[in-house]
C-alpha cells in the first residue's frame, strides 16, 4: 500500500509499505476513509519532536472503517465507521484510570500513532488498544463531521474543560488556527459571557467573523489593550494559547487578570521563558502538555445534536497520491486553507 512516510529531518515521502497485521488481541486494524493534515505533523517534518522515528507513516487523524479486530476487542467489530484517536491508550494503567490517557503507561500508549507507531496517511492503519482508541461513529455523523474528533477537536474540548469556563466569564483564545477554532467551538459549549480570539491573519480573522458572528476579534499588536477593555478585572479570566509563535506565550500571561488560569496548547519550536519576577503577585494558574483525548463518544454526540460542526474548517480535498501537493498547501497557508481532508484513490 501508499503511506506517506518520514525519511529524515524535512523530508516526507509516499513510499510502498506492507499493509499492517495485527501484533497484539487488543489491535484493529483500519482502512482509512478520510485522514487529514495536522500542525503536529509538520513539528515532526522540522525535527520539533525528538520521539519521532524515522520510517514511520505519518498521520494522526483519521476516520476509517473497522476491517480486522483482534480476539480481546470487545467494543468494535469489523464492518465499524470509527474515529481514530490520536493516543493510543490502555485504559487500565495509573495515569489512564485518572483520565489523562496522554501520559498511557502502555508500550505503545499516549501519542504513538504517526510518531512512534504507523499512522494514517495511507490505506490502512494498525491501531493498538482499540477500545479504546477507537470511537464508533454515529450512523447520522458523516466522515467529515467525524475528522477531527479524535485528535484537535478532542483537544479544543480538553482546552475548554481544563480552563473551567463558567457563564460571565471573558475568555481569550490566541491564535484561530484549527485548534484554536476547535477551542472557540468547545468554549462555546461553556456560556461564558464574550470570546475575543487573537489573531495574526486577516484572512482567518474574516472566517471567524463569518462564522462566528459574536466573537470579539484583535490582533496580537492591540490584544492587551483590547482584552483589558473588554474585562472587569483587569485581563481575561481565561486565555487560552493555540498560536505557539515566539510571542504568544508572554502575550497570553500579560492579557489574564489576576488569578486567571492560562492554558497553554501550542506546541513551540523553541523553549519559552518564564519571567517569574514580572508575574509576580498575579498568582495565575498555568495548565499545560498535550490533550487527555478521552471524550470522543461524548464529543461525536454533541455532533450528531447539530452543536459542533467542524466541517467548514475543510476547505481543501487531496488524493493520496497528491499528498506532497497537500502539505505543501498547508504549510504554506495559502489560498486559504485550514485544513485539508485526504482521501484513497
Not at 62 to 73: L, N, T, W
Not at 111 to 122: E, L
Not at 162 to 184: F, Y
Request: aromatic content about 6%; hydrophobic content about 40%; some cysteine.
Amino acid at each position: 500500500m501508499k503511506a506517506y512516510t518520514y525519511i529524515d529531518r524535512g523530508t516526507f515521502r509516499l513510499t510502498e509499505k506492507a499493509d499492517p497485521e495485527p501484533l497484539d488481541c487488543g489491535d484493529a486494524i483500519v482502512r482509512v476513509t478520510l485522514s487529514s493534515i495536522c500542525a503536529s505533523d509538520l513539528h515532526i517534518k522540522h525535527g520539533s519532536v525528538p520521539r519521532a522515528v524515522k520510517g514511520i507513516t505519518v498521520g494522526h487523524e483519521a476516520v476509517g472503517i473497522g476491517e480486522a479486530v483482534g480476539a480481546c476487542v470487545r467494543h468494535v467489530k469489523p464492518g465499524d465507521r470509527v474515529a481514530v484517536n490520536v493516543e493510543s491508550f490502555c485504559g487500565k494503567c495509573f495515569f489512564c484510570k485518572q483520565g489523562y490517557v496522554n501520559n498511557c503507561e502502555a508500550d505503545d500508549g499516549g501519542w504513538a500513532i504517526g510518531c512512534r507507531i504507523d499512522g494514517t496517511q495511507a490505506k490502512r492503519v494498525r491501531v493498538p488498544y482499540a477500545d479504546c482508541a477507537l470511537t464508533p461513529i454515529p450512523d447520522e455523523v458523516s466522515d467529515e463531521q467525524a475528522l477531527f474528533t479524535g485528535n484537535i477537536l478532542s483537544t479544543g474540548y480538553w482546552a475548554a474543560k481544563i480552563s473551567e469556563i463558567a457563564p460571565g466569564d471573558t475568555v481569550l483564545i490566541i491564535g484561530a488556527g484549527p485548534t484554536g477554532l476547535c477551542i472557540l467551538q468547545c468554549a462555546m459549549l461553556h456560556s461564558p459571557e464574550r470570546i475575543i480570539v487573537c489573531e495574526t491573519s486577516e484572512r482567518r480573522r474574516a472566517f471567524v467573523a463569518e462564522h462566528y458572528p459574536g466573537v470579539i476579534l484583535t490582533t496580537p499588536d492591540s490584544c492587551l489593550d483590547t482584552t483589558i477593555a473588554m474585562s472587569a478585572h483587569g485581563g481575561a479570566d481565561r486565555v487560552i494559547e493555540a498560536a505557539g509563535s515566539d510571542t504568544s506565550f508572554e502575550l497570553a500571561w500579560r492579557c489574564a487578570r489576576p488569578n486567571a488560569i492560562v492554558t497553554i496548547v501550542a506546541l513551540y519550536d523553541r523553549p519559552q521563558l518564564l519571567p517569574l519576577p514580572d508575574m509576580y503577585g498575579k498568582n495565575l494558574t498555568f495548565k499545560t502538555g498535550g490533550v487527555d483525548g478521552c471524550d470522543c463518544a461524548r464529543i461525536l454526540a454533541l455532533i450528531a445534536d447539530g452543536k459542533i460542526d467542524t466541517t467548514p474548517l475543510i476547505t481543501h480535498r487531496y488524493p493520496l497520491s497528491e499528498i506532497d501537493e497537500a502539505y505543501r498547501l498547508f504549510e504554506s497557508r495559502a489560498d486559504g486553507v485550514i485544513k485539508i481532508a485526504v482521501y484513497p484513490d
